[in-house]
């Protein structure tokens, strides 16, 4: 199963809008509504921050939010902060004939 | 409030084995689907494997499959993750994650264990 595809990399100023893409297949994004989003700061434990698409945690801030379209999903950013500087990791559910899951290549989100 | 707590660092030999283990507390390991993943050293997250509720059985990404094993002691609610035949590549951390309250959202994890594979 190949991983899911993101940009390596995105910029925004702070209070600007971001959104970072992660392009899948028919066999996992394209067919389950089981896409999560991750933050991750350096040497730190990921955090989720979007489940089921478009789905936020308890405490994840509004300003984060998520959709999918066909076999890509993607996660914005609004209002950006300084802190929001980290990298992200979407993840889908990718069953067929089996349970696996996969990840993206991850990106580095940049505050400018 | 879930609370995963992995054991230290390890250092092995190519070839050896590892086991870590992730301490649950807060819930039981009976009431959650634990799965396991890793992170080499600059390099994005790696699914490894983790329990089916729908089939009641744990599964492992196929690239690890015969390598690996995860196994669960109910009686102390404690998690393992071994691998064997232990290769360069395998340096990483590895993390537990779980979440009673999603389906595939993982919104709990340990703080991770480093594991060194080194001559």
């Known amino acids: ?112 | 409030q879930v609370q995963l707590v992995q054991s230290g660092a390890e250092v092995k030999k190519p070839g050896a084995s590892v086991k870590v283990s992730c301490k649950v507390s807060g819930y039981t390991l009976t009431e959650l689907s634990m799965h396991w993943v890793r992170q080499a050293p600059g390099k994005g997250l790696e699914w490894m494997g983790g329990f089916d509720p729908e089939d009641g059985e744990t599964i492992y990404a196929q690239k690890f499959q015969g390598r690996v094993t995860m196994t669960e002691d109910t009686s102390t609610d404690t998690a393992y993750m071994e691998l064997s035949s232990l290769r360069s590549e395998d340096t990483a951390v590895y993390y537990c994650a779980t979440d009673p309250d999603t389906a595939m959202g993982l919104g709990y994890w340990g703080q991770g264990t480093l594991v060194t594979v080194s001559s």
């Open chain 1, 1 to 112: 199963q190949s991983a899911l595809t993101q940009p390596a990399s995105v910029s925004g100023s702070p209070g600007q809008s971001i959104t970072i893409s992660c392009t899948g297949t028919s066999s996992d994004v394209g067919s389950y509504n089981l896409v999560s989003w991750y933050q991750q700061h350096p040497g730190k434990a990921p955090k989720l921050m979007i489940y089921e698409v478009s789905k936020r945690p308890s405490g994840v801030s509004n300003r984060f939010s998520g959709s999918k379209s066909g076999n890509t999903a993607s996660l914005t950013i609004s209002g950006l902060q300084a802190e929001d500087e980290a990298d992200y990791y979407c993840c889908s559910y990718a069953g067929s004939s089996t349970f696996n899951v996969v990840f993206g290549g991850g990106t580095k989100l940049t505050v400018l």
